[in-house]
């Protein structure tokens, strides 16, 4: 089925350690994105990719870095975790940019640092 | 700065009708999307909204008012698995999503 995969789902970390969440999608989007998800809070943006080889800071970049080495991959890596990183992120894709609004979600990593 | 107003929880009964209100203020307008969130799922989509006025999609529909800064979601027939969160994202003049807090539906029988 295609779509978007994250990985993991979940993961349990130890502050200052450093950590990867995966992200991969099959369906040829230029545009990819990483959302933090947090209780009481609307969706945040972190960072965002519109086409392979480019990537912008969203709303909370701080503590986090991503790359776009292709159409596929949109790992997002925290250098060093700090507890107030807990939180549920989302991997999405869209078309074109914001353009088309239609974002696809995957099924999100729940990271806790303690 | 840009705000996002929707309640955050209402209850309602299987079968019956509810509307969900949003209200948003933010740089500029690209239109306003609603998305279905289930517990511990991801987030999908429901509807857009560029022009004012109501787009009926099914047991759902979405109105838009660009003036007032409001939108609201329809739901009828409600099923319990209607059961989720409702998030209400305009788009802003940068075409950048700014996402509620979601409004919890809880349907009872």
């Known amino acids: 089925i295609a779509g978007i995969t994250q990985a993991p789902t979940s993961q349990i970390l130890a502050a200052g350690r450093r950590m990867t969440l995966r992200c991969t999608q099959d369906?040829?989007?230029?545009?990819m994105y990483w959302y933090r998800q947090d209780l009481g809070l609307g969706l945040r943006l972190i960072h965002y990719s519109n086409t392979a080889g480019t990537t912008g800071k969203g709303e909370v970049p701080d503590g986090y870095s991503v790359s776009r080495a292709n159409t596929d991959d949109f790992p997002l890596t925290l250098a060093s975790a700090v507890p107030s990183q807990t939180s549920v992120y989302f991997c999405?894709?869209?078309?074109?940019?914001?353009?088309?609004?239609?974002?696809?979600f995957g099924e999100g990593s729940r990271l806790t640092v303690l | 700065g840009q705000n996002i107003d929707q309640p955050t929880e209402m209850t309602a009964t299987e079968g019956a009708i509810v509307q969900i209100n949003c209200t948003y203020q933010t740089s500029g307008f690209n239109g306003l999307f609603w998305y279905q969130q289930h517990a511990g799922e991801a987030p999908t989509f429901l509807s857009y909204n560029v022009l004012d006025g109501l787009e009926e999609k099914g047991r759902f529909s979405s109105f838009l008012s660009r003036s007032k800064g409001y939108s609201y979601l329809l739901l009828k027939e409600l099923q319990m698995k209607d059961s989720a969160s409702y998030l209400c994202?305009?788009?802003?003049?940068?075409?950048?999503?700014?996402w509620g807090a979601g409004t919890k539906l809880i349907i009872k029988p």
């Open positions: 994202a305009p788009m802003d003049s940068n075409y950048q999503l700014i």
């Open positions: 369906m040829r989007h230029n545009a």
């Open positions: 999405a894709s869209s078309e074109e940019g914001h353009l088309t609004g239609e974002l696809f």
